[in-house]
Structure formats: structure tokens, C-alpha cells
């Protein structure tokens, strides 16, 4: 179910069973009241008044409540269908289902990658909805889903304070370089700047690094999220929410590998230090600066430790394989 506000876009918390496709697309929830065989889209009161006012709408087969329902939809709802869009094959509605490799697609992309697999392993997802969707695993792969935001989360704060200590830890490398070269500071001026900027190379690095893991996570954060929000609003359209749960384990396994990447070799209280050579008057001519850049710190062991592991069956029913 989705909670949804008018058509003025003004928030409330009416609950929706369909909302409208269109509206959606701009941020807007809004009850549907029809759905277009043509558009393959929920359509509001507005919606449905547009198809009847735009000439080249007029042909589209609107379906009203207890119109085109499948086995198991009550008659008082509108039909079942999904309405994911391929992000390959534009415009394209995900409404396939691959049994030998448990994913979803368009017509186009079953086509496309899956032509070697058997014709008795590929469904249509509205025709096959009561064979082909499970409450529970859609619930299992809702809770996995959101324990996985939930990593992500962690992993962004980690990242946002692991910038904080290496800012603090910049500072005062340079605060030493500045200290020391007031000893020398005629014969050192211009060593003193290549010092510097060994420094700020130094920061940049590990800053820009820090920084992309940091995009990365929250990327994978926002896809997670998008998918739950889908799952969210999809609760009484079946259809619907087998394609997006379909979609949520994709994103997942997709989360699984980058946390997976990011437990292992990470660096906590970054240092970027600076140690003075006491014997740079007599050296200084040959000097490439006043001192070395280091940057120091220790792996991260204790952030994310394995417990234990178990085999789970995230296959709907009617698989033949587990």
C-alpha cells in the first residue's frame, strides 16, 4: 500500500490500493481508478479524463474494477499487472519471468538473454501471478532489503568519519611543517611548499578514495531505499510486487558484494604525519622537501565480524530447483 496526498500534490495519509503509474512518475500519489491495456499504466481520474480528451488516447482500452482479473484478484480491484519499466529496453514493462535463472525482464530481454533457456521455464507474470507469487518470500526479501539499507547507513557514517579524521590529521601535519620551517625559514621557504603540497597529494588521495567509496555506498543506499519505497506502494498489487521483490534481490546481492569489498582492508583513524629532519641545514640544496609524508593507520577488524551461515531459499513456489 502507498501513502499518498491529492492530486495538489498536499501529503495525507490515505491509503491506496493502486496508485496511479503516471502521477507517480512525478512524485505524485494518487489513487487509480482505471488501468490502460495500451499504457500498460493505473490511471487517476485525471489520467482517465486525459485519454478521453487527447485524440490519440481515444482507441485505449480502459479497465475498470472487475475488468480483465485474474484467478485469486477479488472482483471489487483492478487487475493485476505490473508496472516496472525495463531500464534497458525503454518503456518496456518487466511482466517476465525466467525460471532457470529466478530473474525478471521484459518481453525483449527474455528474448535477447534467455533465448537458450527451455520455453517451459519462461512465464508471464500476470498469467502465472498465483503460481508465481509467494507472500513469504516477498516479506523475507522486505526485511533483507531493509537490514541492508541499514549496513549501508553504517558503512556512510564509517566513511563520513573517517574524512573527519583525516581532515584533523591534515591539519596538524601542516601545522608541523609550519613549526619547523620557522628554523630554517630562509633556507627552506621552497622546500617548505614541495613539503606542502607532498601533503595535500597525500590528502587528496586518500580523500578521493574515501570520497568514492563514500558516492558508491550512498548510490547503493538510494537503490535500496527506491526499491523499498516500490515495495512499499506495490502491497496489494501482487504482480507488481513479485517484480519488484524480483528486482529488491538483485539490488541486494548487488549490496552484498560492495560490503563484502568494503569489510575487508579498511583503514580507520587515518594519519597524515610529518617528521622534521634535524639535519636539513647541511642537506637542504639536495632536499625534495623538509620531511616525509606518511600516512599511517590500522585495518578495521571489529566493524563486521562473520558469526555464522545458512543456506536460504529465496526461490518462489513452483521452483524445481533450490
Do not use: W
Not at 212 to 240: G, H, W
Amino acid at each position: 500500500m502507498a501513502y499518498s496526498g491529492s492530486t495538489q500534490m498536499n501529503m495525507s495519509e490515505e491509503v491506496f490500493d493502486y496508485i496511479c503509474t503516471m502521477c507517480d512518475r512525478e512524485k505524485k500519489t494518487v489513487k487509480a481508478v482505471k488501468y490502460c491495456v495500451e499504457c500498460k499504466d493505473y490511471c487517476c481520474q485525471t489520467c482517465t479524463d486525459i485519454h478521453k480528451k487527447v485524440s490519440l488516447l481515444f482507441g485505449h482500452s480502459l479497465l475498470d474494477v472487475g475488468q480483465g482479473s485474474q484467478a485469486g484478484n477479488q472482483p471489487s480491484n483492478l487487475p493485476e499487472f505490473p508496472t516496472e519499466r525495463c531500464c534497458v529496453h525503454k518503456g518496456k514493462i518487466i511482466d517476465m519471468y525466467c525460471e532457470e535463472h529466478n530473474s525478471v525482464g521484459c518481453y525483449a530481454c527474455i528474448a535477447t538473454d534467455h533465448k537458450s533457456c527451455p520455453e517451459s521455464k519462461i512465464f508471464s507474470v500476470p498469467d502465472m501471478l498465483d503460481v508465481l507469487f509467494n507472500s513469504s518470500d516477498s516479506q523475507q526479501t522486505e526485511t533483507r532489503l531493509k537490514q541492508m539499507m541499514g549496513v549501508m547507513s553504517t558503512l556512510s557514517e564509517s566513511k563520513g568519519t573517517q574524512l573527519e579524521a583525516l581532515c584533523e590529521a591534515k591539519e596538524k601535519a601542516t601545522e608541523q611543517v609550519a613549526k619547523f620551517q620557522k628554523v630554517i625559514e630562509t633556507m627552506v621557504r621552497n622546500a617548505a611548499d614541495t613539503s606542502r603540497k607532498d601533503i595535500e597529494e597525500a590528502y587528496k588521495k586518500v580523500e578521493q578514495e574515501i570520497l568514492q567509496d563514500k558516492r558508491n555506498i550512498d548510490n547503493t543506499k538510494n537503490v535500496l531505499q527506491e526499491t523499498d519505497e516500490k515495495l512499499t506502494k506495490a502491497a496489494s498489487n501482487r504482480a507488481q510486487r513479485f517484480v519488484c521483490s524480483k528486482l529488491a534481490q538483485k539490488h541486494i546481492k548487488d549490496a552484498e558484494l560492495e560490503t563484502t569489498q568494503h569489510r575487508t582492508g579498511v583503514i580507520t583513524n587515518v594519519q597524515i604525519s610529518f617528521h622534521p629532519i634535524h639535519a636539513l641545514k647541511d642537506y637542504i640544496q639536495g632536499l625534495h622537501g623538509i620531511g616525509k609524508v606518511q600516512i599511517a593507520g590500522k585495518k578495521r577488524i571489529d566493524l563486521y565480524k562473520l558469526k555464522s551461515s545458512k543456506d536460504i531459499n529465496i526461490r518462489v513456489s513452483g521452483d524445481t530447483k533450490t
